[in-house]
C-alpha cells in the first residue's frame, strides 16, 4: 500500500517523463500562434466582447472556426514568452504530475 508521501514521489517522478522527451504536439506552433494573437487583442483593447477568434486568422479557406483551446493557449503563450520552451516542459510536468496524483487518490477513494 502506498503511503501519501510516496503517492506524491511516484507523481512527480511520473511527470519527469516530460523533461526527457520534447513535445511531439504538431499543433503546438498553431496553439502559440492563436495564444499571441488572444494576447494581442488584449493589449491592445482590440474586439474585447469577443476575444477568442471567430475565423481562422492563419488558414484563409476556413468561413468558421470556434477556437475552443483558448484559455490553454493564451497560459502556453504566456509561459512560452517568459520561460521559453523549458518552461513549457514544466508547464507540462506539473499537469502530468497533478493528473496522476488525482487519479491516486480516486483510486484509494475507490478501494
Excluded: C, E
Aim: charged share 10%.
Amino acid at each position: 500500500m502506498l503511503t501519501r508521501y510516496s503517492a506524491y514521489i511516484l507523481a512527480f517522478l511520473a511527470g519527469l517523463v516530460f523533461l526527457n522527451r520534447p513535445l511531439h504536439d504538431p499543433d503546438l506552433g498553431w496553439h502559440l500562434a492563436g495564444g499571441k494573437w488572444i494576447n494581442s487583442q488584449l493589449v491592445f483593447g482590440i474586439n474585447l466582447q469577443n476575444l477568442t477568434p471567430s475565423t481562422d486568422f492563419i488558414n484563409i479557406f476556413s468561413n468558421y472556426w470556434h477556437d475552443y483551446h483558448w484559455l490553454i493557449q493564451v497560459i502556453m503563450d504566456n509561459i512560452f514568452q517568459i520561460y521559453d520552451y523549458y518552461g513549457l516542459l514544466l508547464f507540462f510536468l506539473l499537469i502530468f504530475s497533478l493528473t496522476f496524483l488525482a487519479l491516486i487518490k480516486i483510486a484509494y477513494l475507490i478501494l
